[in-house]
């Protein structure tokens, strides 16, 4: 079988460094070179068209393409028999799945044809709310084939979370099952999704996969079964024509306002990256199994469970359960049981199967493993030893991956076993990314051990293109800060030798197990329990989670702690409900009326010593108070 992703892996510290020059002194043509060995069904005739201001973004101008061609149609000469998704239940004594590039294909191709005949077009906007089965994978790429947009929201969302995103998007269709295992619990999907589309005009017809076989509601004339979708529907379908720059996906994710964002990204620009930067950092080579443990809800499920690795024609492993069922040992058994190469997960599981002592590690070999990676949050050293020592033996570099949902694709990150790796240092930026720490004025800081906040400044193809239907959005959050850059939310340090390490955001988000969080969405549905007055969500440093909310709230009565994590779950979901509820007699506040949230994340913290200044406060008697009631 020929390597065609040989040509486009770096294999040495000097290529490396030679490719970073070349991409920064050239990014057109360096972009150009990788985008070429893609199927097109009409080139570009502009690589690249880039204003920050408006933001403007563009790449591959005048590009024709089908992202499904390219990792589904151009495998299937030389590898369409190879294992394209090894799916693993919930449940280690069901069965699993081996599907193959040719039988994806198919599927893909049918579901394609299902959806048209039920009435979606190129351009329709179609939510995925759907467990972890290889359907959940069919469905985005079967939207991804005729152009519609696919928006996957997280199958742990509340309904009222569900319905925002739904009619934020005006979506047309929703993909989702009759329940969901996770662990010992089966969660019912589709009655969250009919809650949701109650409050939703826009939705015209339901798919329903059939995983849990539950008794659920059927809505004439709008519900239909999965299986009935795609009776005797065609497995042949002629990929729709796309724009490099037509939209791919929406994909919602929370910022320091209440309401989430869609961020957009296209089809171009995607594909080109997340190809590159899955075969780089993970040295991904043909043959080997790859297993990334996210969801497909978040960015990193899109890029490294699905469209990263399928474009580079690789195995990827799907997991439908949660690392500590049946006992905390799966993730180790299921390593072994698929001889997995890469292993992809987020700190947060690390620190809570660590909790769980090395037993469940040591009864498993561990010896397939070449290369471990980490995402989502900051990983603190001693999570870091862990990891390298008893999952990768010392021997597998551990490559921490730095992005976020709007760069689409890692940004900075070791390359495994090519850049050197450092305990909690994401490290170095990949070939075409530009990284710049910057003071509070904006001055970029240049040198080594500078600290400030983390800004980009040339655009790479795969960073976002706006926020859907509110650019001015985008705009403000990520291009106004400072001039000409685009800015991450993230504080980050660059250390004596040069290497990078990300400090966590600066911003009004929590990382909560690597799920971000807006204090803001947080405080908003606080605020719908009918006896909360007014609150305020900070994050303080939690041993498993990375960062717990902590709500302080005011209300007219004591003791509805649980009614109020029982709102939260209701409005957002299980993910969003604080760890930490204290009901406070009011709020630290300047005298225009502001919180200061800087003094309640002390208290969060139990950093009391040092609050700073407090007598400018309109009312500073009340922070000793909430000092007292936090004790
Ligand atoms: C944080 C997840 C430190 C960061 C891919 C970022 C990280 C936010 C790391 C994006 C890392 C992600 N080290 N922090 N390796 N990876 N983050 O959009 O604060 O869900 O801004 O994307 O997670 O979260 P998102």
Not at 254 to 264: A, L, Q
Not at 609 to 628: A, C, H, M, Q
Request: aromatic share 10%.
């Amino acid at each position: 079988m020929k390597d065609f992703t040989r040509q486009h892996r770096i294999s040495s510290l000097s290529e490396y460094t030679k490719a970073y020059d070349s991409s920064v002194k050239d990014p057109e043509s360096f972009w150009s070179d990788i985008a070429s060995s893609f199927k097109w069904k009409k080139k570009w005739n502009q690589t690249l068209k880039w204003d920050f201001e408006a933001p403007d973004v563009k790449w591959f101008l005048g590009g024709k393409l089908n992202i499904t061609e390219n990792l589904l149609d151009r495998h299937l000469e030389e590898r369409g028999e190879e294992v394209a998704i090894l799916w693993e239940p919930n449940d280690p004594d069901e069965k699993g799945l081996s599907i193959s590039y040719r039988e994806l294909h198919r599927k893909v191709c049918q579901f394609a044809n299902a959806m048209i005949s039920k009435g979606v077009a190129k351009g329709d906007r179609v939510i995925i709310y759907m467990p972890m089965v290889p359907e959940a994978a069919v469905a985005m790429l079967a939207c991804a084939r005729i152009g519609a947009v696919h928006s996957v929201v997280f199958a742990g969302f509340s309904a009222s979370a569900l319905a925002d995103r739904i009619n934020d998007c005006e979506a047309k269709m929703v993909l989702t099952s009759d329940g969901n295992f996770r662990g010992a619990k089966t969660i019912d999907v589709k009655g969250v999704v009919d809650e949701a589309v109650a409050k939703c005009g826009c939705i015209e017809k339901v798919i329903v996969y059939q995983r849990t076989k539950s008794d659920v509601h059927m809505e004439s004339g709008r519900d239909l079964w999965w299986h009935d979708a795609i009776q005797d529907v065609s497995e042949e379908h002629q990929a729709e024509e796309m724009d490099a720059e037509d939209l791919l996906f929406i994909l919602y994710t929370s910022g320091s306002t209440g309401k989430p964002k869609g961020v957009v990204h296209t089809c171009g620009g995607y594909m080109v990256y997340t190809y590159y930067s899955f075969l780089n950092v993970f040295q991904y080579k043909p043959g080997d199994i790859y297993w990334c443990t996210a969801d497909v809800g978040w960015i990193t499920g899109h890029s490294y469970i699905v469209y990263g690795p399928l474009l580079a024609g690789a195995t990827t492993v799907m997991f439908e359960g949660v690392p500590t069922y049946p006992d905390a040992g799966r993730f180790w058994e299921v390593c072994d049981k698929y001889q997995v190469n890469q292993f992809y997960t987020a700190p947060t599981a690390i620190r809570a199967l660590e909790a769980h002592g090395l037993e469940l590690v040591e009864k498993h070999k561990l010896d397939s493993l070449r290369v471990i990676g980490s995402v989502g949050e900051p990983i603190n050293e001693e999570a870091w030893h862990w990891y390298h020592e008893h999952i990768g033996k010392r021997k597998c570099p551990l490559v921490d991956t730095w992005w976020q949902t709007e760069t689409g694709g890692i940004m900075i990150s070791a390359l495994a076993g090519i850049t050197p790796n450092k305990p909690a240092h994401a490290s170095l930026p990949l070939p075409g990314i530009q990284p710049v720490i910057v003071d509070s004025e904006g001055n970029e800081l240049t040198g080594n051990n500078v600290e400030g906040n983390l800004c980009v400044k040339f655009p790479w193809p795969s960073i976002l293109r706006t926020t859907y239907g509110d650019h001015e959005r985008c705009k403000h959050t990520y291009f106004s800060a400072y001039k000409n850059m685009y800015f991450t939310g993230d504080g980050a340090k660059r250390d004596h030798d040069g290497y990078l390490r990300i400090l966590g955001r600066v911003d009004d988000v929590i990382n909560v197990s690597g799920h971000r969080m807006g204090t803001a969405e947080v405080e908003n549905a606080i605020d719908e329990h009918p006896k909360v007055i007014e609150s305020a969500v900070v994050g303080y440093p939690h041993d498993i989670k990375g960062q717990g909310i902590y709500a302080f709230v005011i209300a007219e009565t004591d003791g509805i702690e649980d009614e109020i994590k029982e709102t939260v779950n209701k409005m957002i979901g299980p993910i969003a409900k604080p760890d930490k509820i204290q009901i406070v007699p009011g709020l630290p506040k300047t005298r225009s009326g502001k919180i200061m949230r800087r003094i309640l994340r002390k208290i969060a913290s139990k950093e009391t010593d040092n609050l700073g200044d407090t007598s400018t406060l309109l009312n500073p008697e009340v922070v000793e108070e909430i000092i007292k009631g936090a004790s």
